[in-house]
C-alpha cells in the first residue's frame, strides 16, 4: 500500500530546498524505492540554463546515491508545485522516471495516480536496446 500523502508531504519539504533564481518556480519530488526508502529531489536551476536540473533528475541521483542497493526501482513518484498540488513531469522525466521505475510505477498525476504506460504510451526504454538490436 503506497501512502500517498507521505509522499506527497515529503514533495512538499524537498521543494523548499529548491534552488530557483530564475524562474521562482520551486519544484519537489518524492518518489518510494523498492526497497522501501522515500528519495527526494528538487529543481536546482542554474545561470546557463540549459544545466539545470529537475526535482525528478535530483530525485534520480538521489535514488542512486551512496550506500544504496545496486539496482534500486522507484515505485510511485509523487512531484509538486509551490502549492503542493500535482505536477505532470515534463517529456524528459517523464522518460528519466520511465528508466528507473518501469511502466509499473505510479505517478500522482492532476489526473490521478496513473501507471507510467498512460503517462508515457509507446515508451521507449532499456528492453528496446536489447530486442531492436
Sequence with gaps: MIDWDALRAAA???MTRAYMPYSGFPVGAAG???DGRIVTGCNIENAS???GLCA???LVS???GPGKPERPRLVAVSVVDRHGAPLMPCG???QLLWEHG???MLLETVRGILPMTEVLPDAFGPDDLIDRA
Design 32 to 34: 518510494l524505492a523498492d
Design 56 to 58: 525528478e533528475c535530483s
Design 49 to 51: 540554463y540549459g544545466v
Design 92 to 94: 524528459r522525466c517523464r
Design 62 to 64: 538521489a535514488l542512486h
Design 12 to 14: 512538499r519539504e524537498a
Design 102 to 104: 518501469g511502466p509499473e
